[in-house]
């Protein structure tokens, strides 16, 4: 992803006046092949929507989006299935209530034309072997399936064309946490074998260090850190990102990105703060950070937005 940057018009009422929302912020990227990038933040940061323009749901305002080579906005829709693919939060609202999981899963292949029925039953039939799914569930409907049949049927339905890079948005969180580990442990085997790149993008700090090789910390709408997965969490180098952590050891460890130590108001992203947009809340703000934005640092380990981080 090269300098991305979205923004959205957003009606106002008769009270509140029409605003733009600068969704994701001059953002850029790059993950390498069978790499797993985890992007984490608070709930409007700008994560979901990123995860949209990857997948070309959404046209980016401004820069592009390239994988091998090539702008995912000149891809037509056929194309674009083939090397990118989703698994969204909710099975549930993601799977057609009336259709059969072997057509659920069929479905991408049928859309790319080209397949005799006989060849896209079988290429269903193997996948959902591969996912771990019996049989006989072939033959059932999304609603007779649990949470974590219904992420298996998810995830066959977008591996099934066999696309290079999945974008996993909150994959596990509205499963058990029992099945949340197995669900993590098949993409993790998955990614293995089948050679694929991740975008996983979580709230859950405990998931990402599990499964990520490198973690962006998104800040209202921009990356303010991004390093090895081991080197974030071990010495995170950005005041926000510190809090994260700091929050994770709360009485309900995993469980979300609670408030504490990062005051109890989420950031309005329509109202974005001058100079570093991380001041009002920042426990170590200069009064530089008022007035002036922090530039990008490089260090070994990673990028950071900070102007307390030098290189
Ligand atoms: Fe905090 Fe200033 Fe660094 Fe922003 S630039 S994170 S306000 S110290
Ligand atoms: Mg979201």
Not at 101 to 108: E, H, M, N, S, T
Not at 257 to 281: Q, T, Y
Not at 290 to 310: D, F, K, N, Q, W
Request: aromatic share 4%; net charge positive.
């Amino acid at each position: 992803a090269r300098s991305v940057r979205r923004t959205f018009r957003v009606r106002g009422g008769m009270l509140v006046p029409d605003r733009n929302i600068v969704a994701v912020d001059d953002v850029s990227f790059e993950v390498p092949a069978g790499g797993v990038l985890g992007v984490v933040g608070e709930s409007g940061c700008g994560k979901s929507t990123l995860a949209r323009l990857i997948l070309g749901l959404l046209p980016p305002t401004a820069g592009e989006i390239v994988v091998d080579g090539q702008r995912v906005a000149d891809m037509d829709r056929r194309a674009r299935a083939r090397l990118i693919q989703p698994v969204f939060q909710d099975p549930f609202a993601s799977l057609n209530p009336r259709r059969r999981v072997r057509d659920i899963v069929g479905l991408p292949l049928a859309a790319q034309g080209g397949l005799s029925r006989r060849e896209i039953a079988s290429q269903v039939e193997a996948m959902l072997e591969r996912v771990g799914l019996a049989r006989d569930m072939a033959d059932r409907l999304p609603t007779q399936l649990s949470g974590g049949q219904r992420q298996r049927v998810a995830i066959a339905r977008a591996l099934v064309l066999r696309p290079r890079i999945v974008v996993c948005d909150e994959p596990t969180s509205a499963l058990d946490v029992s099945v949340q580990a197995q669900i993590l442990n098949l993409l993790a085997e998955l990614r293995r074998d089948l050679n694929l790149t991740y975008l996983f993008i979580s709230h859950n700090l405990a998931v990402v260090e599990h499964v990520a090789t490198e973690v962006a910390v998104m800040y209202l709408g921009r990356i303010v850190e991004r390093a090895g997965t081991e080197a974030l969490f071990r010495a995170p180098q950005h005041p926000y990102t510190r809090a994260l952590l700091a929050s994770v050891l709360t009485p309900e460890p995993g469980l979300g990105v609670p408030d504490v130590g990062l005051g109890d108001s989420l950031p309005d992203p329509a109202n974005i703060p001058g100079g570093c947009r991380f001041h009002p809340r920042c426990p170590v703000a200069i009064d530089r950070c008022r007035h002036v934005a922090p530039s990008l640092t490089r260090l070994p380990t990673g990028i950071v937005e900070c102007h307390l981080v030098v290189a």
